[in-house]
């Protein structure tokens, strides 16, 4: 019988696991569930005779996929997979997958919810001040890009964006401004929000001198992956300039720096939470689960990110 995982170190809402059992179960394929595990070695036991998976951020290494030896599909339930070798992948003949859109909005409203958590000092009182009239600066124009757009548009917050991707009229459609450089973004916009994947060419792209240019109280939203930021020039930077400000769903890994010299200057999630809603997981999961079948079933590869 064709078995499919859920490998999930970050476990999905009960009400997705749900759904994705009925898919998965619906097209007479067994379901396995390994949630929560801590220990890479349970994850590779778990692999070890699967037939296709289902992951978020938990991480698809080459030594994972070798020893999933039965593997054909693996699918991210999210848009980032910078967390699978795809070049183990496509070596193996396994398709790899993920699903745009479906955490989407999720993440654009924590995008929202920490910027006005934090423009309200944490809700201790104090005053704070307000979204309405700031200029928030969108980096990369993509579905979630495009839901903080809405959303900040709904706060009076004046959008810019910039994304060499996406056209300046399909932009401007949605009533955003758009910039048409990098720099241009940063030393425009009040607060910068990143949406750019993670890969070799972003890497470390976001420095000192591009944060740097933006204005007196800048705060940088990332809600992205810790590793497109420069941690040495963040914290050169939150160093030199005492009004910057730093929120994040992903913690860099110089976070006890951070939290030990810039207090009231930073916000970090415990946990990565952007997708983590029921809805999100439900659109997700049940995405996943839907390509894992027609991709078995039907040969169908509509998002396979591998080549
Ligand atoms: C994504 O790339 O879709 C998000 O970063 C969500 O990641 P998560 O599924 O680990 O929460």
């Known amino acids: 019988m064709t078995k499919v995982l859920i490998a999930t170190e970050k476990p999905f809402a009960p009400a997705a696991v749900n759904g994705i059992r009925e898919v998965v ?8 569930l390994l949630e929560s ?78 910027m006005v958590f934090f423009a309200r000092n944490g809700y201790n009182g104090k005053a704070g001040v307000e979204l309405r009239g700031k200029k928030i600066g969108i980096h990369a124009y993509g579905n979630v890009g495009r839901y903080v757009a809405t959303i900040a548009k709904g706060f009076g917050m004046e959008v810019y964006a910039f994304d060499p991707f996406v056209a300046r009229e399909k932009i401007e459609a949605d009533g955003v401004k758009v910039v048409t450089s990098v ?16 890969n070799d060419k972003t890497k470390n ?5 591009l944060l740097n240019k933006m204005p007196k109280g800048g705060i940088l939203v990332n809600t992205a ?65 839907n390509q894992i079948v027609n991709c078995i079933e039907k040969g169908d590869e509509t998002y396979r990110v591998n080549k």
Do not use: W
Not at 45 to 69: C, G, L, N, P, Q
């Open 37 to 114: 595990y801590t220990d890479k070695a349970d994850l590779l036991a778990a692999v070890a005779d699967v037939d296709a998976m289902i992951i978020r951020s938990d991480k698809a290494t080459r030594e994972v996929i070798e020893t999933a030896k039965n593997l054909k599909v693996i699918v991210r339930a999210g848009a980032g997979y910078d967390n699978i070798d795809l070049e183990a992948c496509t070596e193996k003949g396994i398709v790899a997958m993920n699903t745009p859109g479906q955490n989407s909005n999720a993440v654009a409203e924590l995008v929202l919810g920490m």
């Open 183 to 198: 720099d241009e973004l940063y030393s425009t916009c009040n607060y910068v929000s990143l949406h750019i994947p993670a």
């Open 225 to 289: 992956r810790k590793e497109v930021i420069d941690e040495q020039g963040l914290m050169k930077l939150m160093e030199d300039r005492k009004d910057f400000a730093y929120i994040s769903d992903i913690a860099p890994d110089c976070k006890d720096e951070i939290a030990a010299k810039f207090e009231g200057r930073f916000f970090f999630t415990p946990k990565k939470m952007g997708a983590q809603t029921a809805e999100a997981n439900i659109n997700a999961g049940i995405a996943g689960a």
């Open 205 to 209: 792209s976001i420095n000192y001198d």
């Open 25 to 32: 179960e619906g097209a007479g394929y067994e379901l396995v």
